[in-house]
């Protein structure tokens, strides 16, 4: 895939998360989409599917007011784009403010570095798991760290 075209995939990919418009999910989500939060303390489950992945948007829209994600800049970097993000939302329950910058690596396409013979130079630990990194991670090659993004 062309590195430009990668910027406008995770662009896509973050407009449908800021806007919550699940008309587009079609074409923004594999019908296979698969978030594994199985590992984490609170309500541990396994949502596949586009109808369960809105569950877990929902829950953490129910958690904050005014819960918003913005894009800061995209970078190209190849194969990844590097996505600067700023997450604010006030605590439902607390009525506390909140922001955070976040940094994603955004990899599209194969991910060579999760190739064993690289098993001694690095360890990959990834918050979400795509079709070219569940192999590593099943095989104890990767890890997956879960998240609860509320």
Same mark, same amino acid.
């Given at each position: 895939m062309m590195s430009q075209?990668?910027?406008e995939v995770v662009r896509r990919c973050l407009e449908f998360w800021a806007n919550r418009d699940w008309s587009v999910a079609p074409e923004s989500?594999?019908?296979?989409v698969e978030f594994d939060l199985s590992r984490r303390v609170f309500n541990p489950a396994v949502y596949r599917g586009i109808a369960e992945v809105e569950q877990v948007v929902s829950g953490a829209? !129910?958690?904050w007011d005014n819960f918003r994600v913005t894009t800061d800049d995209l970078i190209d970097a190849g194969d990844r784009v590097l996505a600067a993000l700023t997450i604010k939302g006030k605590g439902r329950e607390s009525g506390i403010d909140v922001s955070m910058?976040?940094?994603?690596?955004?990899?599209?396409?194969v991910a060579p570095y999760t190739h064993e013979k690289?098993?001694?130079?690095?360890r990959h630990n990834s918050?979400?798991?795509g079709r070219h990194t569940r192999e !590593?991670?099943?095989r104890g090659l990767a890890d997956?760290?879960?998240i609860f993004l509320s």
């Open positions: 075209e990668n910027v989500l594999d019908p296979s829209d !129910a958690a910058q976040v940094f994603q690596v955004w990899t599209l396409g690289f098993k001694r130079n690095f918050f979400f798991i !590593a991670v099943n997956y760290t879960p």
